[in-house]
């Protein structure tokens, strides 16, 4: 009977607990502590990447960029994940930017030194593409929500995922943030909180959400919300 690579269960981040004590073993002596402010930048359109950001605590924004410097999120990244999936890919930047809307805590290591590990084991590899995969899926599915899905029902999706990577249930974050990250103009936002609020889902307070129902969101999001999130579960666990 062969034995099962021991996985680590320490780190704050679930893509590094997802690792085999081996390949964990391969990043620790290049990884450093790293807090993440409000707006650092992980990522800038069509900047060299020589940074990856293993998120422990807080939440990143990839945000596409359009010529007129119109922006609209399409993907999130927290402590389930890592910023950087176009170097995985083999590529060394990206169109989008990538920078911290709700501020943390990651660890970082030097791209060059992720490539040496990702080339020694086959398993490392194989699990960072599964990451991939699954970032793939929440950008797809998020692309489907704004094109189909009603701005309560696109906001309910956004708040249960912003609350899947925080600790509580109070998620900082201004309307004008909220506008950005839904493409929709500030009133928009305002009055989709108010809905939500009438609906005794969440409540607001000074640059934040409170999510008092998180059931009741998700019945609301329906099938705005979920499949990114299953395919997490399948893939990396």
Known sequence: MVATPRRSTSSRNQLLAAMSAADLALL???????????LKDLERPYRPIDTIYFMEAGIASVVAVQPD?????VGLIGREGMSGT??????DQSPHHTYMQVAGEAQRIALKD?????????????LLFKYVQVFMVQTAHTAIAN??????????????????????????LTHEFLALM????????????????QKKLVDTGRNQIIVRNRKGLEQLARDAYGVPEKEYRRLIG
């Not at 410097?69 to 999120?73: A, H, K, P, S, Y």
């Not at 029902?153 to 249960?160: D, P």
């Open 69 to 73: 410097d119109t922006q609209i999120e």
């Open 182 to 197: 839904l493409g929709v103009r500030r009133a928009g936002v305002t009055e989709a909180l108010q809905s939500l609020k």
């Open 114 to 126: 992720l490539r040496k590990a990702i080339e020694a084991s086959g398993s490392l590899q194989r």
């Open 86 to 91: 176009t170097v995985l890919l083999g590529d």
């Open 28 to 38: 620790q002596p290049h990884m450093q502590p790293a807090p993440m402010s409000l």
């Open 147 to 172: 094109a189909r899905a009603h701005i309560d029902r696109r906001l309910a999706r956004w708040v249960l995922m912003a609350h899947d990577r925080i600790d509580g249930d109070t998620v900082p």
